[in-house]
């Protein structure tokens, strides 16, 4: 039983990496207009998405 909750927590990881992804390269095409730049924040994921909340006007909370 736990070996199915491990591959249901693998999956979820993975849709959440690739989510955050999907995320970053919208924003960065949607800003920057070039495949490099969406590429670069596409690898980066979650993590230019939290750096473009904070660092936006009226930060986090819109």
């Known amino acids: 039983m736990s070996g199915a ?3 249901v927590r693998g999956d979820a990881a993975r849709v959440g990496i690739g ?3 999907a995320i970053a390269v919208a924003i960065s095409w949607s800003l920057h207009k070039s495949i490099l730049w969406a590429a670069i924040h596409g690898f980066l994921g ?3 998405v939290i750096y473009y909340a904070i660092t936006r006007p009226g930060g986090i909370s819109g």
């Open 19 to 21: 989510l955050g992804s």
């Open 5 to 7: 909750r491990s591959v």
């Open 46 to 48: 979650w993590f230019y």
